[in-house]
C-alpha cells in the first residue's frame, strides 16, 4: 500500500477551482482511491504497483505546465507531495495482522512529514526508500538520496529520495552530473566526517551553484565547523 500525501499551499479559490479537480483526476487516473483528509492536503492510496503512485504524482505536477504556476523554481511553494509504502502483510509484536487503517495510518504519517521536507529542501516531490525499494523500474526516473530521519514505530531510519523529473532540463542534467558526488557527501556527512563532505558539496556547487539542496547541506557543515570551533 503506498499513500501520496499532497500538500496545496496556493489556497486561493482561482487555483482550488482550476487545479484541484485535475489533481484528484491524475491520482485517480493512475488507479489512486481518494481518501478522506483535512485541510488542504490530498491523499490518494495506492494498493496495486508502487509506480503508480509516483506517476501520479508526476502527472499532478504536469497539470502546472506551462502555467502561471510553473515560472521559475518555485513549483514547492504551490504543491509538495510525499509517498511512502507499507505492506499489508505486516504484523505486530503479538504475531497478529494489523487492520489496514492503522497500516494507512501508519504510512499515511509518514508520507506527510516526506512531504514537509518538499518546504526545507524546496523540491516538490520526495519519497521513502520504502518506496523506491518496491518500483518496478527506476530507468524512468530521475532520484538522488537527499535526508534521512528517525520515525516512531519503526526500527530503522528512514531515507528520503528526491525525484527531479519535473525540474527543467538543464537543471536535471546539472543534478544527474553531480549526483555521484553529492551522494558521496551525504554519506560523509551522515558518518560524521562533516569537513570532507563540505568540500564535495563545495565542488558540486561550483557545477549547479543554484541547487538548493547541496546549498542547505553546504551550509549545514559550515554551521558544524563553527560549532566545533566553538567548543574546541
Known amino acids: 500500500m503506498s499513500v501520496l500525501f499532497a500538500k496545496i499551499y496556493d489556497t486561493s479559490a482561482e487555483f482550488d477551482d482550476r487545479y484541484v479537480p485535475e489533481l484528484e483526476g491524475a491520482i485517480a487516473r493512475w488507479g489512486g482511491i481518494i481518501a478522506p483528509s483535512v485541510g488542504n492536503a490530498i491523499v490518494g492510496l495506492f494498493a496495486e504497483e508502487v509506480d503508480k503512485s509516483l506517476e ?119 543534478k544527474l552530473e553531480t549526483k555521484t558526488q553529492f551522494e558521496q557527501g551525504l554519506f560523509l556527512y551522515f558518518m560524521g566526517f562533516v569537513e570532507e563532505a563540505e568540500h564535495l558539496f563545495e565542488s558540486c556547487l561550483e557545477i549547479n551553484q543554484h541547487d538548493r539542496v547541496v546549498q542547505l547541506y553546504y551550509e549545514r557543515c559550515q554551521a558544524s565547523a563553527l560549532r566545533a570551533i566553538g567548543t574546541g
Open 56 to 174: 501520479a504524482s508526476l502527472s499532478m505536477l504536469e497539470c502546472f505546465a506551462g502555467s502561471q504556476y510553473a515560472k521559475g523554481n518555485t513549483l514547492y511553494t504551490k504543491i509538495g507531495i510525499g509517498i511512502d509504502t507499507g505492506t499489508l502483510l505486516s504484523k505486530t509484536d503479538n504475531g497478529d495482522v494489523p487492520h489496514l487503517p492503522y497500516i494507512v495510518k501508519d504510512t499515511q504519517y509518514i508520507a506527510a512529514r516526506v512531504e514537509a521536507l518538499t518546504q526545507v529542501y524546496e523540491t516538490p516531490l520526495l519519497i521513502t526508500h520504502r518506496t523506491f525499494l518496491q518500483l518496478s523500474q527506476t530507468e524512468g526516473y530521475r532520484l538522488r538520496l537527499i535526508h534521512r530521519f528517525e520515525a516512531e514505530n519503526q526500527n530503522d531510519p528512514i531515507s528520503v529520495f528526491e525525484v527531479f523529473n519535473g525540474d527543467p532540463i538543464a537543471i536535471q542534467d546539472a
